[in-house]
T-cell receptor
Framework: GNSVTQMEGPVTLSEEAFLTINCTYTATGYPSLFWYVQYPGEGLQLLLKATKADDKGSNKGFEATYRKETTSFHLEKGSVQVSDSAVYFCALSDPNSGNTPLVFGKGTRLSVIA | GAGVSQSPSNKVTEKGKDVELRCDPISGHTALYWYRQSLGQGLEFLIYFQGNSAPDKSGLPSDRFSAERTGGSVSTLTIQRTQQEDSAVYLC?????????????FGEGSWLTVV
């Protein structure tokens, strides 16, 4: 079945540090890939997405590239800020699974300290 | 409304009681999803509606859980005879259609505590 594996947290970084959160997936077809973010006390919101191989999603300084050869969609940001502290979820949507909804990873908590 | 609305936002209930959680999706969204978020467990899919029908109920953890959607809009998730392990945040989401690749939009969740 479809699954998403992302790096265990928590991740603690100093402000302006480089961030990578790894995400790999298993899917029967060619999924669309997503990163969602959950800020403290808020609901999940879409951060970025990519719908086909080699696409790069980007938003708020975050980027992730859909790598079919490594089945990965790692999230990166060059210089994190305290306001980026949140839980980040990698997810996939597989068109070969009909209307199956998003499958999420377990989430990675990021804490950025000043 | 502008976003997905869930109620109650917080609910404390005694073990063995029934609870109902309500979700009002974004207007015009035909697909509606329920997920459960438990501490350290990530997001667990429960059920998905396309219009009023539920083509995928595979995630409901037991027969104590049920959900319905009427008029292609509001959905209710019911948990009967609640247990302490049901304590979690119950998240509702909607999307314009159940098409893979569509962004889905989440509500802020209903925090359920079973004591």
């Amino acid at each position: 079945g479809n699954s998403v594996t992302q790096m265990e947290g928590p991740v603690t970084l100093s402000e302006e540090a480089f961030l990578t959160i790894n995400c790999t997936y298993t899917a029967t077809g060619y999924p669309s890939l997503f990163w969602y973010v959950q800020y403290p006390g808020e609901g999940l919101q879409l951060l970025l997405k990519a719908t086909k191989a080699d696409d790069k999603g980007s938003n708020k300084g975050f980027e992730a590239t859909y790598r079919k050869e490594t089945t990965s969609f790692h999230l990166e940001k060059g210089s994190v800020q305290v306001s980026d502290s949140a839980v980040y979820f990698c997810a996939l949507s597989d068109p070969n699974s009909g209307n199956t909804p998003l499958v999420f990873g377990k989430g990675t908590r990021l804490s950025v300290i000043a | 409304g502008a976003g997905v609305s869930q109620s109650p936002s917080n609910k404390v209930t005694e073990k063995g009681k029934d609870v109902e959680l309500r979700c009002d999706p974004i207007s015009g969204h035909t697909a509606l999803y329920w997920y459960r978020q438990s501490l350290g467990q990530g997001l667990e899919f429960l059920i998905y509606f396309q219009g009023n029908s539920a083509p995928d109920k595979s995630g409901l953890p037991s027969d104590r859980f049920s959900a319905e959607r009427t008029g292609g809009s509001v959905s209710t998730l019911t948990i009967q005879r609640t247990q302490q392990e049901d304590s979690a945040v119950y998240l509702c989401a909607s999307s314009p259609a159940g098409t893979p690749g569509n962004t889905i939009y989440f509500g802020e969740g209903s925090w359920l505590t079973v004591v």
